[in-house]
């Protein structure tokens, strides 16, 4: 029940396009729903997050949609860059930063120029 | 700030040897969290601490990990005897009791168990 599953493990998408990765979740408990992006050799950094109070978040070009109902929220990188090219962690937690997030499986996005 | 420290960043030993890898959080930070990612299970939180004391250890994998925390600015991760299936990346983090709700990674250890 602690589980959040991403999808896909790996995207391709040419710069200018729309990445899109998706997660689901069991635990209705959760409440705190960030999206961390790590790029090769460093650690993971967080990049946007959103609770359930609301359904979308936007950050520049990246935004965050959130079903309640569905338990499934997902990351959109509008305008793809080279630069986006990272791996993308959905995760979960409950309460606050005190509460072991659970992470997902993790999405490889690459853009080729 | 210099954000969470970690040391070494990269650590290369044979089986039977012990481990230590350290982490310093950030300065004010109530949490310190120690990951461990791989390939095979991704990113695993192997234990936390809330103002120096454990409060889920549940990740550690076995007796042979442990870890401490003896002052807000300082804890170790230690593995003891080591084994080649503890070859991964470890990650320090740490954050504040209260909102922005962020966990701050360090750039982690790469550790070679051969």
């Known amino acids: 029940q602690q589980q959040v599953k991403q999808s896909p493990q790996s995207l391709i998408v040419q710069k200018g396009g729309i990445s899109i990765i998706n997660c689901a979740y069991e635990?209705?408990?959760?409440?705190?729903f960030p999206w961390y992006q790590q790029f090769p050799g460093k650690g993971p950094a967080l990049l946007i997050a959103i609770r359930p109070d609301v359904s979308e978040k936007k950050e520049g070009r990246f935004t965050i949609s959130f079903n309640k109902s569905a338990k499934q929220f997902s990351l959109h990188i509008m305008d793809s860059q080279p630069g986006d090219s990272a791996t993308y962690f959905c995760a979960a937690s409950i309460g606050t930063s005190g509460s072991r997030l659970t992470f997902g499986e993790g999405t490889q996005l690459t853009v080729n120029p | 700030d210099a954000g969470v420290i970690q040391s070494p960043r990269h650590e290369v030993t044979e089986m039977g040897q012990e481990v230590t890898l350290r982490c310093k959080p950030i300065?004010?930070?109530?949490?310190l969290f120690w990951y461990r990612q791989t390939m095979m299970r991704g990113l695993e939180l192997l234990i936390y601490?809330?103002?120096?004391?454990?409060?889920?250890d549940s990740g550690m994998p076995e007796d042979r990990f442990s870890a401490k925390m003896p002052n807000a600015s300082f804890s170790t991760l230690k593995i003891q005897p080591s084994e080649p299936r503890d070859s991964a990346v470890y990650f320090c983090?740490?954050?504040?009791?209260?909102?922005?709700?962020?966990?701050?990674f360090g750039p982690g250890t790469r550790l070679t168990v051969t």
């Open positions: 300065s004010g930070h109530d949490y």
């Open positions: 601490f809330n103002n120096n004391v454990p409060i889920d």
């Open positions: 983090a740490s954050s504040l009791n209260r909102g922005p709700y962020e966990q701050y």
């Open positions: 635990n209705t408990a959760f409440d705190y």
